[in-house]
């Protein structure tokens, strides 16, 4: 469980950036309210993950899961730049996840 945790944090890690470039871009109240919500649940989620997993490990998972999801949000949503070398180096730090849980 405390895996589907982490990566469940990771992902509304993700969320709360997204939700809180659109706030700063859109002013809208609600928007403030999902971007809390979300690092609400990313923070409960790396809390109970932390409860089993060692927490060097689960950081970086953690936060590589929201880098990660950060910039291919950007990409896909906010018109960032989709460089392949971008890719390149998500790809890379999707990979030092996987490994640091085949390691864990």
Do not use: C
């Amino acid at each position: 469980m405390a895996w589907i945790y982490l990566v469940l944090a990771g992902l509304s890690e993700m969320l709360g950036v997204t939700f809180m470039n659109w706030a700063l871009h859109q002013r809208k109240w609600w928007l403030w309210g999902l971007m809390i919500l979300a690092f609400t649940l990313s923070f409960g989620g790396l809390e109970l993950a932390l409860q089993t997993l060692p927490m060097g490990t689960a950081y970086a998972i953690w936060t590589g899961i929201g880098a990660a999801g950060g910039v291919l949000t950007g990409m896909l949503f906010f018109g960032e730049s989709k460089d392949w070398r971008k890719l390149v180096w998500v790809v890379v730090i999707l990979t030092a996840v996987m490994g640091l849980k085949l390691i864990s």
